[in-house]
């Protein structure tokens, strides 16, 4: 094999190593307690592997997009930052879809576990500080397919996806 093929297959590999931004994203709602509605794009992490790697090594998230980790069945989920560059927001979701706890402001390379404290499905990471600018808290309503129902878009909702 020459170099220039052995050059070209390891830059394919590490192409496709890469995080698929914007490939394969859903809508996700959640339904504040004031009863309004904020929408997200989300990518889902529902392979042990995806849930490993989750948003390591990403520079950037654009707003209004997460990361919705989907551990299958209720259990306590421990989480952590090690070799996530950008601060989140983690809102631990019960199996109905109510948020049973968040925790703000992660700490970018950290090691520290981040538990959920009662057995949760599901994980939703957003940007810090989403969670205080959108107002959401625990008890608000998560609308995705995970939890019985998808999010209802609005013909003007719909539009602008």
Known sequence: MSAGTAGGLLWLALVAALPA???GTETLAITTRS????YFEIELAATDAARQRGLMFRRALPARRGMLFDF???QPVRM???NTLIPLDMLFIRADGTIESIVTGTEPGSSRLIESGL?????LELNAGTAAQLDLAPG?????RLFGAGPRISAARADRR
Do not use: E, F, K, L
């Open 72 to 74: 299958g069945r209720p």
């Open 21 to 23: 931004q914007g490939a």
């Open 35 to 38: 009863g309004v509605v904020q």
């Open 80 to 82: 952590w930052m090690v």
């Open 140 to 144: 608000d309503r998560v609308r995705h």
């Open 119 to 123: 057995p949760v499905p599901a994980v």
